[in-house]
């Protein structure tokens, strides 16, 4: 698969930081689940944007801004939604 050329107000992100990242989040997620702990994963849904929106602000490094908290809030608002309906 040919790599997406990157914008210029994208970070610079590696194969290798991404490898790192899914690594590290298979195994707090693993934890999670063995000690039956409930949580709101939103990666899926960040990555589901980045194309349509920017996540991040072009002058301040990887900060997140209003679009990145607002994709949050709006999964954290469905998740606590549905568990209390159950």
Known sequence: MPKRKQT????VITDE????????RK???????????AFVSVVDALRGRTRYEPLYPTNF???SNKNYYRLIAANISQYLFEKSAN
Do not use: R, W, Y
Request: hydrophobic share 35%; no cysteine; net charge negative.
């Open 8 to 11: 210029s107000d994208e970070p």
């Open 17 to 24: 930081l991404l490898a790192n990242e899914n690594e590290v």
């Open 27 to 37: 195994l707090v997620i693993n934890h999670l689940d063995k000690n039956d702990i």
């Open 61 to 63: 490094g990887t900060h």
